[in-house]
């Protein structure tokens, strides 16, 4: 029995994380306290997507794909009517920081059905017949497989073969990161460890992400190592050093980060800086007609506060409402500390075939040195499926107004349309405003991404492209960026 642990949104709606019997595989990052990254799989094709908590709204991170992109099968826990699931693992680079590290996933539908049926109650058995006196016992009938019984009781191992990738765009050189390497063990169904290992040539640093689990019913326990590289600019690097572990149950989770060690090299010198031990704890709960969900994170850094925010949600099925109070640390090199809060109010309507949200929510940041800034963000997006269901559409429009010390409005187009191996984003945006020594801008911007992806056994590849453009009509600098990725690969095989 695998476990099947859900997130419950603010608009009551309820959307699985990890597949039924994929514990330990299918990992989602936070990003911030509002958006987690995760893999999703549209028709047996895989990418990394941002979730937004607050309203499920998913988009998909395929701009600026620097470093290592790709998939490997593994085999589909027991009882799924699939043969393989994916792992993907990827480093996703968007101003210097990596972004993703691995994932499993399951298709979209699966995984609604999934979080459907998890919410429906569940049937009472059947009650089975005695056996008559004499009969023969029933005993599990385990499938005639090479080697099946050569491993039964006894961890599988697994070793997957590298993919080797080329990117490269603008002005800089081209990246090549090979030395790809995923380990895996299999006991009963249930992951054990996994390793994820690639060498990046352009800084000449490994990345490492470290995964052991192990799930029994509806508990899943979760300890990750994870070493990461980050280019903050062109003379600051951040070596991080993090390790935590989860524990999963359908109502409380709790979670213990650290210590972590960050490595911090600024002009040729380093800096060491170690946090202690960070833990969080929190309770959900699900009503038919509203929901509430509480939670606490506290824990601290040598010197100042590391964060500790409180969160309260109240909601219905059409409107939620949130509120949240943070304690960001000091920044780097800073003195002050920085205190946030958050409101926000969602409303969402649903009609088939077509699904819209609108949304409006208002930032406040407070601290010692800036004074209170904040931002105010109407959202509206809309997404439907054409008739055949195999592409789906999503429009997006977020108009976003900041006050305090930097006013500007952001009005971003986003169309995203999505099929069988291929996958198309198109962005359209301007920025207009004023800031402290400048004079007004204005300046347009377009993004067109997109992926043409084959799977022929035993080998896996496909073409990525994401040119940007942005034309300035004052003082700011324009660029043109094409980015080209082609990547080819073995699928991998199994150690016998």
């Known amino acids: 029995m695998g476990t099947r642990a859900l997130i419950l949104l603010e608009n009551g709606q309820a959307s699985e994380l990890i597949p039924a019997g994929t514990a330990g595989l299918y990992h989602p990052r936070f990003l911030d306290e509002d958006t987690l990254i995760l893999g999703v799989e549209h028709d047996g094709e895989l990418v990394a997507q941002l979730l937004d908590i607050p309203t499920g709204q998913r988009s998909t991170l395929l701009q600026d794909p620097v470093g290592v992109y790709g998939a490997v099968p593994l085999p589909a826990p027991p009882g799924s009517d699939r043969s393989t699931i994916s792992v993907l693992y990827a480093s996703y680079r ?178 060491l800086a170690e946090r202690a031990a960070v833990g969080s704890f929190g309770f959900q709960d699900s009503f ?37 109070v943070l304690v960001e640390p000091k920044e780097l090199g800073g003195s002050t500390d920085r205190v946030r809060t958050r409101a926000r109010v969602m409303g969402r309507s649903s009609a088939l075939p077509s699904q819209a949200t609108v949304q409006l929510s208002a930032n406040a940041v407070a601290s010692s040195r800036d004074g209170v800034d904040g931002l105010l963000t109407p959202r509206l997006s809309d997404s439907w499926e054409d008739q055949d269901g195999d592409t789906k559409f999503i429009v997006g429009l977020d108009y976003r107004i900041p006050w305090g010390l930097f006013d500007a409005s952001v009005p971003p187009l986003a169309v995203t349309a999505f099929g069988s191996g291929v996958f198309v984003e198109f962005a359209a945006w301007a920025d207009y405003g004023e800031a402290p020594r400048l004079d007004d801008y204005f300046y347009p911007g377009v993004e067109l991404s997109g992926e043409f992806r084959f799977s022929m056994l035993p080998w896996t590849g496909g073409v990525q492209f994401g040119p940007r453009v942005k034309r300035d009509l004052s003082e700011f600098p324009s660029y043109e960026d094409y980015r080209l990725t082609i990547f080819l690969g073995a699928a991998g095989f199994t150690i016998d």
């Open 94 to 271: 968007s101003d210097g920081n990596a972004l993703f590290r691995a994932a499993a996933a399951l298709p979209d539908r699966e995984v609604a059905a999934a979080a459907a049926a998890a919410l429906a109650p569940l049937p009472a058995p059947e009650p089975k017949a005695r056996p008559e006196p004499g009969a023969p016992s029933e005993l599990p009938v385990f499938p005639e497989l090479p080697d099946s019984r050569r491993y039964y009781g006894l961890p599988r191992p697994v070793l997957w073969l590298p993919l080797l990738t080329a990117s490269a765009g603008g002005d800089s050189d081209p990246v090549i990161a090979p030395g790809v390497l995923v380990i895996g063990a299999e006991y009963a169904g249930r992951s054990l460890y996994s390793l994820v290992s690639f060498y990046d040539i352009a800084h000449e640093q490994p990345q490492l992400y470290w995964n052991a689990s192990y799930d029994f019913g509806p508990v899943a326990v979760v300890y990750d190592l994870e070493h990461e590289y980050r280019e903050l600019s062109e003379d600051i690097y951040i070596q991080e050093m993090r390790n935590s572990l989860t524990l999963q149950t359908p109502w409380i989770g709790a979670r213990a980060v650290g210590p972590a060690r960050s490595l911090v090299t600024r002009a040729g010198v380093s800096h």
């Open 288 to 324: 038919p007609d509203w929901m509430y969900r509480t939670g606490l994170l506290a824990g601290f850094s040598y010197g100042s506060v590391h964060s500790a925010p409180l969160r309260a949600i109240y909601g219905g099925r059409a409107v939620a409402v949130s509120g949240s």
